[in-house]
C-alpha cells in the first residue's frame, strides 16, 4: 500500500520522476518527493489534484505557473525543471527541492529577529522580487509561507522565494471566473486589498515585504483581526503601530523606513524594492548601541554584486538620518561653547587672575621696548 495511504506514492510519472512521499498539500495541487530515475537526483513534483483534472481554469493556472516560473533564473528564487502531462491528461510540474523549513515556522512563536539577521533575509527577498520585477512579474503573495530558508555554508538564512500562482503576470491575464481579491490579508497591499487592478504594480511587493520586515523585526503582523475581511478592513484603512512600539531598540529610522513603504498610496513609497530594502539597511546601521557600526556615506554606498545599479537607499530617507545626527551634533556643540565661555568668563573675574594678567602683560610691554 502506497505511504500514508496516498495512491499516488509510488507511481512514475512521464516515464521519469517516480513519487516517493508526499510533502505538502495545495488548494489545486499536492506536492511531493519524487527521484529522477535516470538522474537518481531528487526533486519536488506539484501534481495537479485529480478532482480538477478535467478542469480548464486550473490547468491553465497551473501552466503559466510554470511558464512565469521557468523565465525567473535568480539564485532567491524556487527553479522550474519540468512540466509535462500524464497519459490521463493530469499536469504536473517539477522543481528543485528545497531541503529546509519555511520562514512560518521562525516567525510562529518566539521572540523578534535580531535587527541585522532581518535585514540579511529582507535583502535576500528583495534582490529576488527585483528580478522578477525586472521580468514584468510581481509576485503578489509575499508571505512567511512562501520563503523557504535553506541552511547553507555553515548558515540556515539561505533564502528561497516560491509559488509564484497568482503573480501578475496571471492577475493580468487571470480567467473569467478567477476573483478580484487574491492572496494573504496579513501581508496584502491595500490596493490588492480593495480589487483596484489598475493600481497593482511592483509597488504591491514593497508593500508586502514592509510587512514581512515589520513581522521579523516585531514578533507582531501589522494588522490582525477576527477573520480576514476584518483584516482587509484594517489594510485598507488602518494605521499600524510603529515597529518601536512593539521593540523601543528600533528607534524612529526603522519607523520611517517602514511607515514609508506601507504607504496605502503606492506613489508615496519607494521607487523600487531594492531602495527600501537599502533604506532599511541604512536605518538599522543607524540603531544606538554602545558600539554603533559607522553609517557608509552615499558616495560610498555598499552595494551586492546583484544589486542594480539604481539600488541606492533613498535620499530623502538618507537626509533624514543626517539631519538627525546633525542636530544632536550642533546641540552638542553650543552646550560645550556655552560650558567653556562660562567657565572663561569666572576665571576672568576673579582678582587674582586679573592682577597676574596684568603683571605678565606689563613685563611683555617692558621687554618688546
Sequence with gaps: MAEGGDQRVGTVLGATYRLDRLLAGGGCGDVYVATHLRLGSEVAVKVLLPSLAGNTQALERLRREADIMSALRHPHIVQILDFDITEDDIPFLVMELLVGWPLTGRTASGPPFE?????????????????????????????PDNVVLIPTDGRGDFVKVIDFGISQATWRDRLAHDPLIAGTPEYMAPEQAGGMTDEIDHRADQYSLASLSYRLLTGHEPFSGADPLAILHQVIIGRQPPPSHWTPGLGEGVDAVIDRAMSKRPGARYPDIMAFAD??????????????????????????????????????????????????????????????SAAAAFVWFLPATRTAVRTIWHRASAHAR
Aim: charge should be positive; avoid cysteine.
Design 279 to 340: 533604506a532599511l539597511r541604512a536605518a538599522i546601521e543607524l540603531i544606538a548601541s554602545d558600539k554603533r557600526p559607522a553609517l557608509h556615506p552615499l558616495s560610498q554606498a555598499v552595494r551586492d554584486h546583484r544589486t542594480p545599479a539604481a539600488a541606492f537607499a533613498d535620499r530623502h530617507t538618507l537626509t533624514f538620518f543626517r539631519r538627525k545626527e546633525k542636530g544632536i551634533i550642533g546641540r552638542m556643540s553650543k552646550v560645550v561653547l556655552f560650558v567653556l
Design 115 to 143: 535587527p541585522r539577521a532581518a535585514l540579511h533575509i529582507v535583502r535576500q527577498i528583495a534582490h529576488a522580487l527585483a528580478a522578477a520585477h525586472a521580468q514584468g512579474v510581481v509576485h503578489l503573495d509575499l508571505k
